[in-house]
T-cell receptor
């Protein structure tokens, strides 16, 4: 079945440093979503990318979708302690089901 | 989201017991999902339902069953719980259109002794 590789699995940064997580698929995606799960919380939808090469920004977060629609990244500029949590990519491979296949996530910790 | 509720929030049970986890939503969404989360393994899809008459198996349906009692209610059952079903379980909903955002409930932490 389809699989997605999300790296790194863990990232520890000093507050103020940048952070990037990558999501890679071996097959072309219909679209990709990103979610954030705070410690002890539930996943919360952040954004959806649909177009090849698409770049979207949410304050300090920048999301990119690759030209080939096989990879995506989430970049956080100048991390803050509020950014702590696990970030999941969730590719949609299209088709009649339209289900998401969640990556294993990148757990971000931020040292003040 | 408060629009998606799960009961119970925590449950401890013994091996062999039948357990039901319930999910209700007020978002008016057609699609509902049950996921399981284990540390370091992300979210694995157990079952999903596109409407009341449509139930589909996900990646890891063995040992689980579901019931879609109404558009707003989707329950997950463990027919005979075993310790490796100890996990965090999430219900989620989405609109009918494929590829839309999913909205998750707060989760049920299940421990099987």
């Amino acid at each position: 079945g389809q699989q997605v590789m999300q790296i790194p699995q863990y990232q520890h940064v000093q507050e103020g440093e940048d952070f990037t997580t990558y999501c890679n698929s071996s097959t072309t995606l219909s679209n990709i979503q990103w979610y954030k799960q705070r410690p002890g919380g539930h996943p919360v939808f952040l954004i959806q990318l649909v177009k090849s090469g698409e770049v979207k920004k949410q304050k300090r977060l920048t999301f990119q979708f690759g030209e080939a629609k096989k990879n995506s990244s989430l970049h956080i500029t100048a991390t803050q302690t509020t950014d702590v949590g696990t970030y999941f990519c969730a590719p949609d491979y299209g088709g009649s089901q339209g289900n998401l296949i969640f990556g294993k996530g990148t757990k971000l910790s931020v040292k003040p | 989201d408060a629009d998606v509720t799960q009961t119970p929030r925590n449950r401890i049970t013994k091996t062999g017991k039948r357990i039901m986890l319930e999910c209700s939503q007020t978002k008016g969404h057609d699609r509902m999902y049950w996921y399981r989360q284990d540390p370091g393994l992300g979210l694995q899809l157990i079952y999903y339902s596109f409407d009341v008459k449509d139930i589909n198996k996900g990646e890891i349906s063995d040992g689980y069953s579901v019931s879609r009692q109404a558009q707003a209610k989707f329950s997950l059952s463990l027919e005979s719980a075993i310790p490796n079903q100890t996990a965090l379980y999430f219900c989620a909903t989405s609109e009918w259109t494929s590829g839309t955002a999913q909205f998750f409930g707060p989760g049920t932490r299940l421990t099987v002794l």
